[in-house]
Each structure stands twice: as C-alpha cells, then as structure tokens.
C-alpha cells in the first residue's frame, strides 16, 4: 500500500513533505478518540477483573439503597406509626437527625480520603455489616436519647466508611460510559428497589395489624415495626454479602494520603462549591420526602396505612426520573437537566405550601408529589455526575466528594430539626405549608447555582 504525503511547514516558511503510514479503515475505526485515551491517562483508569461489570453495578445499587434503610426508609413511610410507637415528637425525631448530621458532616471530610486510599470492597462491606447490627438496637424500642446516639452511631457507619467509596466506585464503573449515565441508573436503581421494598414493607405491615388498622392496639403496631425492621436489618446484611462476591477489587496501586496541596487545590475550584451548593439546595427538596405521608395523613385526611401508600407513591417516580435524566442528560448535558430540575421542584413545593390543597383533594395531592418528585429524584441522579463537568480529577474524587457532601448534605443537621418545630408549632395545614416554603426558597436559590454552574461549563468548553 502506498503511504499518504503531508507538506509541513518550517519556520523558516519553506515547506518539505513527509510520508506518512496508510492506516487501514478498521485499524482507525478501532483506535480510541484522542479525548479518550488523554482521559485514560489523567483518571488512571483502573482494570477490573472477576465478576461481570453488569453485576458490579448491580451490587452498588442494593448496597446504596440498603445502608439507608433503617436510619431513613422505615421513618419516611411509617412516620406516623414510628412516633406513636416510639413515643417521640416530630422535634425529638428531627434531633436524632441532627445528631445523625453533626457526626457526618466530620465523617464526609474522614470518609472522603480513605475512599482514595482503601478498596470500596472492603469499606462497603464493613459499613453495610455494621449498620445492620444498630437495627437490632432499634428492635428494642429505645428511648429517645437511646435513639440520638444510635442515629450518631449510623452517621459513622454510613457516611465515614461507606459514602465516598460508593460515589467514587460508581464514577469509575461509568469511566465506559457516561457520568449522567453511571449516576442515573445508581440513583434510579436505589429508587426501583426502595419502592419495590417500600411496599412490600406497607403490605406486610398491614397483613400483620387486624383487618381494620384503625382498630390496632399500640402492642400491635410495635409489634408489626419490630418484624420490619428485622426484615431490613437481614437485608442489609445480605447487601453485605452481596458486594464482597460482586464487586472486583480495586487493580491500581493504592494511592497514599493526599497532602494538603492536593486537598487544597480540590477546594479552591470554584466548581465545587458551585456543586456543593447544588447538592445542598436538591437535598432540602429531598429530606422534605419524609413529610409526604405525613401531610396525607393530617391534611388530606388519609388513615395511616392511606398516607404510608402515598409516600410509597413518590418514591415510585425515583427510578425512573432518576434513569431518564441521566440518559437524558447524555443529550443535553447534566448541568443543563438540573437547571430544569430545579424549576420542576420550585413549582411543585409551591403549590403544596400555597394552602391551596386541603382535606379530601387526594388526587390533586397525589398528582402534585408525584411532579415535586420527578425534579426532587432527577436532580439526584444527577448532582454528582457533574463532577466531570467541573473539571475535578479522578484521584481527588474522595476529597472532593468530602468536600461538596460537607456542604451538600448539611441539612441532615437542620431540616429534621427544622421541620419537627414547625409541624410542632403549627400541627395542621399550616405547619407542612410552612415546610414546603423552605423547601420553595432552597429550590430558588438552587436555580441560580445550578444556571452559575452550566454557563461556566459552556465557557470551559468553548460552548
């Protein structure tokens, strides 16, 4: 075959040709874009090998959905029965919360390094164990205070040993692929299984109260919520087993403890603060869930087991807002979908604190949640895929996970807090509207973060 010529110029302005080797049309075909392999180089992309990466996946869905069960799942659908039977107000509740979210924001920062140093095989595998062991704590019914500190304990188990080895395991699983995509179906995933368990855990409940759930005494709800929380204390011990078999090891060397210039040059990005910020706003939007079944059940009239279905009806939208805006975003790009998001949450949180839904308008309530919803979970699916958007290396992605989560999931101090003063202060409809103002004024400033953020994507993109 004969080789293609190409005129070079030299400095001097005078021109000489050079041969060039004929690259056959499939060897090209089979050679990686340059964007690709340059992103190969500067993310030392690690080699995997052992079980299939389907199943790799697959293992950190249940593992991601399953170490939150117990501290968050069972109090967002049995709320009402949990206090009744756990004898706590809203307020005392929102402060097991707040201790839960004081002891992460220190465990992100611990956390987000040993993601960059230690196998995510290993550290999921212990945190998923030892958070099921607290479920046997919660059998007994504890007191209040008891409660706190159990809440501060999962704070350890969940966030220092098990948050960033998730993200930073997930954004390498999506080195194939996309980011938005990697980020949706972990999001969306997580939300098919809680809903499928949600209700599962709604239709055992009620199997095990009387016919009529009204009629229940107290020593029979307790007694249904213990054989539930049993139930998600297994499961999370089978997640356990599930990614030390599913998920390979790490193959790359293990990195050393990041120094402070490192860290130091991940926190003077502007774009992960600008994340950080998005993070926060969306996780207001998110903690707010927890009051869906509570304002079906006091505002739009609704028996417990009604409201409990309500607020498994919300998380039914969670897989698939989450998984189509990742695809979605594949399109359009993430930084795009979330400026969408936000308005989406922005409108909905405002109808539900206008006061304009009231007692018996169930389907105008179900209709409302499901919209609120649909921007609540996308944005989930999406806050973190934007890392790449952003610029943040790869080997820096425990540190600047630590970082944004820091900020990003601070209201896991104040809105449990915050929302059980409220509903406190003021039991009825105007209590959970003035929940969903907060929710309304977060999603605003969400809004104008997340519009930052995309046009100065544009800008380092030449867009």
Not at 282 to 294: E, N, P, T, W
Not at 442 to 456: E, P, T
């Amino acid at each position: 075959m004969v080789g293609q010529k190409a005129e070079l110029s030299r400095s001097d302005g005078s021109t000489h040709t050079q041969s060039l080797p004929l690259i056959h049309p499939r060897a090209a075909a089979k050679r990686p874009e340059p964007h690709i392999r340059n992103q190969g180089k500067m993310t030392q992309k690690p080699t995997h090998q052992g079980p299939p990466r389907g199943l790799a996946i697959a293992a950190l869905i249940v593992a991601g959905e399953s170490v939150f069960l117990l501290p968050f799942v069972l109090a967002r659908v049995f709320r009402p029965t949990l206090l009744d039977v756990f004898g706590v107000t809203n307020l005392e509740l929102g402060a097991a919360y707040a201790v839960y979210g004081v002891v992460a924001m220190a465990a992100y920062l611990f956390g987000g390094p040993l993601a960059d140093r230690y196998p995510a095989r290993t550290m999921l595998t212990v945190a998923l164990t030892s958070t099921a062991v607290g479920g046997l704590v919660m059998v007994a019914i504890p007191s209040p205070s008891t409660l706190a500190i159990l809440y501060g304990y999962w704070g350890i188990t969940t966030i220092a040993l098990f948050w960033a080895p998730l993200i930073r395991a997930t954004r390498e699983w999506g080195l194939n692929f996309s980011q938005g995509r990697a980020f949706g179906l972990l999001e969306g995933g997580r939300g098919a299984l809680s809903a499928v368990l949600a209700s599962i855990m709604v239709v055992l409940f009620a199997a095990l109260l009387p016919e009529d759930s009204e009629t229940a005494s107290l020593a029979q709800r307790t007694e249904s919520l213990r054989w539930i929380v049993l139930l998600l204390s297994a499961m999370t011990c089978g997640a356990a087993l599930l990614i030390w078999l599913a998920l390979p090891e790490r193959k790359t060397p293990a990195q050393g403890t990041a120094s402070i210039s490192d860290v130091a040059r991940v926190f003077a990005m502007p774009s992960v603060w600008l994340q950080a910020a998005v993070i926060l706003c969306a996780y207001v939007g998110f903690k707010a869930i927890d009051d869906f079944s509570l304002y079906a059940n006091q505002v739009i009239g609704l028996n417990q087991v009604e409201a409990a279905r309500a607020g498994v009806a919300s998380l039914w939208i969670r897989p698939f807002a989450a998984i189509g805006a990742g695809y979605l975003a594949e399109r359009v790009g993430a930084p795009l979908m979330i400026v969408g998001c936000f308005v989406l949450l922005a409108a909905g949180s405002s109808v539900l604190a206008s006061g304009a839904i009231g007692a018996g308008m169930v389907w105008t309530f179900v209709l409302t949640i499901i919209f609120t919803s649909i921007g609540i979970f996308a944005l989930r699916g999406l806050y973190f895929a934007i890392m790449q958007d952003g610029k943040i290396p790869m080997e820096h992605t425990g540190s600047a996970v630590g970082l944004v989560s820091v900020i990003g999931y601070a209201p896991d101090i104040f809105m449990g807090p915050l929302m059980g003063y409220l509903l406190d202060q003021w039991p009825g409809t105007a209590g959970h509207n003035y929940v969903f103002s907060v929710v309304t004024l977060f999603a605003m400033l969400g809004l104008i973060a997340s519009y930052i953020f995309a046009r100065r994507a544009q800008l380092q993109t030449g867009l």
